[in-house]
């Protein structure tokens, strides 16, 4: 199984970048998933999840209203749209996937997730 996420760069304060990961050995129909970050010096947090069934998300409350999350099954691929963006948003960003579970969890601890991206950077500039 492998993840890889893409889509990362340079923006400036207010701008949109668009994030998607895909997967191959995974299906992300069947999969929770989630996408996580990590700032310089920091540890790993949650940034966004969808259910398996793809009807429920959640967000962390600094990034709710500005991200969302999409998932393109025709594709097998997960996005994360992120509008509006801050400095404080400059991070390597991370996506993840979750077996098991029912199709209406929502998991937003980096434990409960079996498989991770390699990262991809995004750096915001005021």
């Known amino acids: 199984v492998q993840l890889q996420a893409c889509g990362g760069g340079s923006v400036q304060a207010e701008g949109s970048l668009r994030l998607s990961c895909s997967a191959t050995?995974?299906?992300?129909?069947?999969?929770?998933v989630a996408w996580f970050r990590q700032a310089p010096g920091q540890g790993r947090t949650f940034v966004g999840v969808?259910?398996?069934?793809?009807?429920?998300?959640r967000y962390a409350d600094s990034v709710r209203g500005r991200f969302i999350i999409s998932r393109d099954d025709a594709k097998n691929t997960v996005s994360l749209q992120m509008n509006r963006l801050k400095p404080e948003d400059t991070a390597v960003y991370y996506c993840?996937?979750?077996?098991?579970?029912?199709?209406?969890?929502?998991?937003?601890?980096?434990?409960?997730?079996?498989?991770w991206g390699q990262g991809t950077q995004v750096t915001v500039s005021s």
């Open positions: 993840a996937a979750s077996q098991g579970g029912t199709y209406y969890d929502i998991k937003k601890r980096r434990g409960e997730y079996d498989y």
């Open positions: 050995g995974l299906t992300f129909s069947s999969k929770t």
């Open positions: 969808m259910s398996m069934n793809g009807v429920t998300t």
